[in-house]
């Protein structure tokens, strides 16, 4: 029991001391102050972060504006999906389909 | 002493004044959104070092300039300006207490056509804010989205598709937007309905604040409410839920007003307060937004005649550095004090007293 808790204890030190390997900060600093060091703070304290931002938040998810850089790997991501899609519906001459899945591709490059 | 003599302060004036007669303004002063983004590749202010600060700041006003040749903005660095000069922009609402303190090196860039300013190296690399008169917080959202957008061709803001965009502070993360109304609001202050008001404000997540924000307090009648949540709503759902509150918050102070005025003794309560203006040399900050708070009430109430843009316009001009500033000189507090009397006597004294004696009889 008491080895338990030595090991419970240990192991919320090692957490506390864990560093941001890109700019240094501590989990422990983040505790204090409220704050973190870095944008990779954010992944590499995640496990650690998320219920604090589910707390003070109540989501977890961004909904909302991106950054241009991101618009573009989202529109790829989607057009890849509708090219395979074509292609089965394709190989199953499903013509109805093809129209279908061609036109929503053609309304998403239209979109810029 | 003379002060202010590299900067065209009183250009900055005349070009930030977002308080007239317009949506609300006898209610809300104004509107503001605020978004904060940070550059791929360094770590936040807080973790930065001098060198870094230095060149993140040259990197992020040349993308500002290269980008918004032809718009017309004012670039001030944070290590030119004088005390007072900060202090004024503070008192603008233009810059933010944490801009004015030591630290790093700091800049902001105002584009007194969109009512937007750029603070640079504050708590995040860029605080984007825009402010507009009355209610209207979506067109100061429309503001700072479109130059937001246009940064985000230039620079590369920290993001991440769970999380959004990434803050200094865990509180901002996601849209990085916070949105806030400055509301006068004296009725429910005399009728005592503030308390259950507020706490059911807060319940809902709405922030209340003083007159210059966070961690201020409040003075005069005047408050400030604002959003708190960011991860996992829109902006313009975080903006129209706002929006829907204040409008309450509206309702609710122009219900406690009608009941001003059936009631006699509130009426003359408030004729007295602004009698008062009569019998002294100086006033300070704090009873001058009382003053002023009576006056807006009792204009709503058809006992004077003054327009509420000038009332509001007031509020700021009231302030210490806008006293000095005007003065063009550093003056005591006793000094301020005396030319804040001058300034309120000479600006409403006249028609305000000729209506009052009317009230009176």
Avoid at chain 1, 20 to 47: M, N
Avoid at chain 2, 268 to 275: D, G, M, Q, S, T
């Amino acid at each position: 029991m008491n080895k338990k808790l030595i090991k419970q204890e240990n192991t919320l030190r090692d957490i506390d001391l864990k560093k941001c390997p890109f700019c240094g900060y501590s989990y422990k600093e983040f505790k204090e102050y409220g704050f973190l060091g870095c944008p990779y703070c954010y992944k590499y304290f995640s496990p650690f972060i998320e219920n604090y931002l589910l707390k003070i938040h109540g989501r977890l998810v961004h909904k909302g504006k991106y950054p241009s850089s991101f618009k573009k790997v989202k529109k790829n991501k989607k057009l890849m999906e509708l090219e395979k899609k074509l292609e089965s519906a394709i190989r199953n001459k499903d013509y109805r389909r093809i129209k279908e899945v061609k036109s929503k591709i053609r309304r998403l490059n239209e979109t810029s | 002493m003379k002060l202010l003599k590299s900067l065209n302060f009183r250009n900055i004036e005349r070009n930030t004044r977002w308080f007239s007669s317009n949506v609300y303004s006898d209610i809300i002063i104004s509107s503001r959104v605020r978004i904060a983004r940070n550059i791929e590749g360094f770590p936040f202010p807080l973790q930065m070092s001098e060198k870094q600060a230095e060149l993140l700041l040259e990197r992020i006003i040349d993308a500002i300039f290269s980008k918004f040749k032809s718009r017309k903005k004012i670039l001030l660095y944070s290590e030119k300006l004088s005390y007072i000069e900060k202090q004024f922009l503070l008192e603008r609402h233009i810059v933010s207490k944490e801009f004015v303190e030591d630290g790093l090196p700091k800049a902001v860039v105002i584009f007194p056509e969109e009512k937007v300013s750029i603070m640079i190296n504050e708590e995040d690399h860029l605080r984007i804010q825009g402010i507009q008169e009355g209610l209207n917080l979506m067109k100061a959202w429309k503001k700072v989205d479109e130059i937001d957008s246009l940064l985000d061709e230039k620079l590369k803001f920290s993001f991440s598709s769970k999380f959004g965009y990434l803050t200094s502070c865990p509180t901002n993360v996601g849209t990085g937007l916070r949105a806030s109304v400055l509301a006068h609001i004296p009725a429910i202050f005399i009728t005592s309905k503030n308390e259950m008001l507020f706490s059911a404000l807060e319940k809902i997540g709405i922030m209340i604040r003083g007159f210059y924000g966070e961690g201020s307090e409040k003075i005069g009648n005047i408050l400030q409410f604002s959003t708190s949540e960011t991860l996992g709503k829109s902006e313009e759902e975080i903006i129209s839920e706002l929006e829907s509150v204040v409008k309450l918050i509206i309702m609710e102070e122009r219900r406690e007003r009608e009941r001003i005025k059936k009631s006699r003794k509130l009426r003359e309560r408030i004729v007295k307060e602004i009698e008062k203006i009569k019998r002294i040399d100086k006033i300070n900050t704090e009873d001058s937004f009382s003053f002023l708070s009576f006056l807006a009430l009792a204009k709503d109430l058809n006992i004077v005649s003054v327009r509420m843009e000038k009332i509001n316009k007031l509020f700021f001009e009231v302030l210490p550095a806008h006293i000095q500033l005007k003065e063009g000189e550093i003056l005591t507090e006793e000094e301020r004090d005396f030319k804040r009397c001058e300034l309120l006597k000479r600006q409403l004294g006249e028609i305000c007293l000729k209506d009052l004696q009317r009230e009176l009889n």
